[in-house]
């Protein structure tokens, strides 16, 4: 039986912050629209949280039935280890769903904005088949699609919606800033794995694109997030702020290009989240100033 410490490890809490990140710039861009609202941030705040705790789980289930993670460089997985049964695993990520079911109805209520309902039930399919499934798309090099537009473009612009029923260009800009970040962290953690990945037939991106290539592809995300809200600098200067973002990318990229252990891209992981989210508070800043 896993204790509660190996459950909050299971969670993922290195991966949070890039929940949060989505409904601060989005929130960010509907306060810029007159829509702020708080309690529909809230709302929205749940929905991914939940969501993004929901698919670790999912993740750790189906990866751990399958065998992916009989061998594994990175943190603890429940089922794999077999800290805790696989159906135990499946129901917390099942419950997970069901909390951001719940507060995505209320959210979607609230405005009155029903047709967001489609794109919930598409939110909660793409968490679970990620790796759930007969043919999980995140084995087929999908993976950093999905995340990319699920906690980019629908988190984001869904949060800002939600608010104002409208978007910006500023808000777009923060949408794809906020997916490619969250899409470099997912690129960092295959490219960790790429050994074990390729040796049971889980064809990721980083698997596909080969070593070399997936790392640089990493540098590439997160430079294209820093540098887009520079766009609207002329309306609003103080987006000029994203760019102290880029000096907390600077380690991570470096520890991506040069490392030769894959132990010591866990890291990367962690410091991509904080990146983040310190993007995601100075695109707000920058935004609202």
């Keep these: 039986m896993a204790t509660p410490a190996q459950w909050i490890e299971g969670a ?9 990140a989505p409904v601060i710039v989005g929130s960010a861009a509907a306060a810029e629209l007159g829509g702020f609202h708080l309690g529909r941030a809230l709302l929205a705040l749940v929905v991914s949280l939940a ?41 917390a990520a099942f419950a997970c ?17 029903w047709w967001l309902i489609v794109v919930g039930i598409l ?22 699609v999905f995340v990319f537009i699920f906690f980019g473009l629908v988190a984001v612009l ?31 953690n295959n490219v960790r794995d790429i050994p ?8 990721t991106l980083a698997v596909r694109l080969g070593d070399t290539a997936a790392r640089w ?4 995300m997160v430079a294209v997030a820093v540098l887009l809200p520079l766009l609207f600098v002329g309306e609003h200067p103080w987006l000029a702020l994203v760019l102290l973002a880029g000096a907390l990318a600077v380690k991570p990229a470096l520890t991506m290009l040069r490392s030769t252990e894959r132990r010591d891209l866990i890291p990367v992981l ?11 508070v100075l695109f707000a800043v920058g935004l609202l100033v």
């Design 12 to 20: 993922r809490l290195r991966t949070l912050p890039l929940a949060i």
């Design 158 to 188: 869904g949060t800002t919606y939600t608010q104002a029923l409208t978007v910006s260009g500023e808000a777009w800009a923060g949408a794809i800033g906020c997916g490619l970040i969250s899409t470099a962290l997912l690129m960092a």
């Design 51 to 91: 969501l993004q705790i929901g698919v670790n789980y999912a993740n750790d289930y189906s990866d751990g039935i399958r065998g992916t993670d009989d061998v594994r460089v990175g943190p603890l997985r429940l089922t794999g280890s077999g800290a805790a049964p696989a159906a135990h695993v499946k129901r």
């Design 217 to 220: 592809s990493y540098l590439v």
């Design 270 to 280: 962690k410091l991509t989240g904080i990146l983040g989210l310190v993007y995601s």
């Design 123 to 144: 939110a909660v399919a793409a968490a679970w088949f990620y790796t759930g499934g007969k043919k999980p798309y995140g084995y087929l090099g999908l993976g950093e």
């Design 97 to 113: 769903f069901g909390v951001a079911i719940l507060a995505g109805l209320a959210l979607v209520v609230w405005p009155g904005t």
């Design 196 to 203: 074990t990945d390729r040796e049971v037939g889980k064809h």
